[in-house]
């Protein structure tokens, strides 16, 4: 009875066993599973490492000396290290980029104890998702992901969150509804698109998370923010692809556990042959001076010592009103030498200023203004404006009506006068 409830739980699990014969003995072997992720499954780091957990969960309730190799897909290292950091070692684990494809028991973090299989033994583990088999494209499928994150959006944030233009976001997110799998819904004043129940399943599905766990406080954004603030933080892909064409942008997500810290939002980039965190903080101005002093201190040493640690450059970003970025600078303790500082007005989309290592650099000095419309696409000048009118004021005319006596005062005036020419 015991062995058939182990049975089903593996039958669950959308894992690959991939066992090691040490002994040379089929009956003798490291069990080992095997779990394969991307960077571009629309989760960050933290959201990754948890389904890794709920897995283990689940191994070790199955199996007596399981041993998990995680195969991770992505460009650079720093999300493969992210999840290297943020897992728990609850059993032998190791994690390897996705072009390695064979592993040996040196390179686990604990050494694996050796099982003895029996009849039955052999594992019977759910298929992994493929998306052909559900009948949908990987563009539209990564559109579903990030709005299983996001919960509800604009079609803006969705085209910038997944990479992809605003036209192609658009027909993607029509076959989504034509399926189903999305819909329209108000979000505040306007109108933009949510998730249904349908979608929300083929999202957790293509995640590969094990039917019946529980992944939505792992799943979406940590914290509430207001409308433009959650505006702002959602499209810093898009403005940063803007600002800098010649950096590549890898990745980007929203509100992400950092190393004790929660960025507005994160985007993983390369310049050259160099990785570099784009750190997002979003300021709205509501806060006082003091309060902005206290936070961002302590939201600049976390950047300071994510960036040691990895040796990786980060550049840290603030966003919001101009007097929120003058004022900035001194919430600066200290300008390090692997973070570049930088700072730009909220309604000035697409425009950044250069980032240099160890420097502070402001969007806002040489603009006197900042609007939100885009450049006209002709010169105005060769349009001259038309001479006006001047308009004279008429004068106002005299009024007709008799004048009366206003009083005794002309009364007395009138007698005076007449008694006089009288004596």
Request: charged share 30%.
């Amino acid at each position: 009875m015991r062995s058939e409830m182990k049975g089903n739980v593996l039958s669950r699990l959308p894992l690959e066993w991939t066992p090691i014969y040490p002994m040379d003995r089929k009956d003798v072997v490291f069990d080992i599973f095997k779990h394969s992720l991307s960077y571009k499954d629309g989760l960050p780091p933290y959201a990754q490492a948890r389904i890794i957990d709920l897995l283990v969960n689940r191994l070790i309730k199955s199996r007596r000396y399981p041993a998990l190799w995680i195969s991770v897909e992505g460009p650079g290292d720093w999300f493969r290290y992210e999840i290297k950091r943020l897992i728990k070692y609850r059993i032998p684990m190791t994690v390897q980029s996705a072009r390695k494809t064979s592993v040996h028991e040196r390179e686990f973090y604990q050494s694996i104890r050796p099982t003895y299989l029996r009849e039955g033994d052999v594992p019977i583990l759910a298929p992994r998702f493929e998306p052909v088999e559900y009948g949908i494209r990987e563009s539209a499928l990564r559109v579903l992901q990030v709005l299983a994150r996001l919960k509800t959006a604009y079609r803006p944030e969705i085209a910038s969150l997944t990479g992809f233009s605003e036209s192609h976001a658009r027909n993607l997110l029509k076959q989504l509804q034509a399926e189903n799998l999305i819909e329209r819904k108000k979000i505040g004043k306007y109108e933009g698109w949510a998730i249904r129940t349908k979608g929300l399943s083929l999202a957790h599905r293509s995640w590969n998370i094990p039917k019946g766990v529980h992944f939505t406080k792992y799943r979406g954004e940590f914290r509430y923010a207001g409308e433009r603030h959650r505006r702002v933080s959602r499209r810093w892909r898009a403005w940063l692809e803007a600002a800098y064409p010649r950096i590549e942008i890898w990745e980007g997500w929203t509100e992400v556990p950092l190393f004790d810290g929660i960025p507005d939002a994160l985007a993983w980039a390369r310049k050259g042959e160099r990785e570099i965190l784009f750190w997002l903080e979003v300021d709205s101005g509501h806060s006082s001076e003091k309060v902005m002093m206290r936070n961002y201190s302590r939201r600049f040493q976390n950047a300071y010592h994510h960036a040691k640690r990895l040796g990786i450059l980060i550049v840290f970003c603030i966003m919001g009103p101009p007097w929120v970025v003058r004022f900035f600078p001194l919430c600066i303790p200290y300008l390090y030498p692997n973070l570049a500082v930088i700072g730009q007005d909220w309604r000035a989309f697409g425009k950044l200023p250069i980032c240099e290592s160890g420097r502070w650099m402001s969007g806002i000095e040489d603009r006197k203004k900042y609007p939100t419309e885009k450049p006209l696409p002709f010169d105005p000048s060769q349009y001259p404006l038309k001479p006006k009118k001047k308009k004279g004021i008429p004068a106002k005319p005299k009024s007709t009506k008799p004048r009366y006596s206003k009083g005794y005062d002309d009364a007395d005036r009138w007698y005076r006068s007449r008694s006089e020419r009288e004596e």
